[in-house]
């Protein structure tokens, strides 16, 4: 299962990356909120494979800024 989650964070780690260099470019920031909402499942993902590895209180931690960009996300979508 470990190589799904490294290949599964390449993927949205480029995601969130392609999204935030197309809003610096443009200067059309209307996509943040899905940007953010992609980092968290990024912090998601790197908070499982911390569990994994018996890092605990890093995976806490990963998995806690999870849930607030999850809220932050949810609120820009809620707010466009």
Known sequence: MGIWLKILRYV?????FAL??????TSNF???HI?????GLTMLVMG???FQKERKSIGILLVGVFIFSLFV????????
Do not use: Q, R
């Not at 940007?35 to 980092?39: A, G, K």
């Open 73 to 80: 996300s949810i609120k820009g979508f809620l707010l466009s």
């Open 12 to 16: 949205l780690s480029i995601s969130t």
């Open 20 to 25: 935030a260099v197309y809003g610096v470019i």
């Open 30 to 32: 209307e996509f943040n």
């Open 48 to 50: 499982i494979e911390e």
């Open 35 to 39: 940007m953010i909402f992609l980092l």
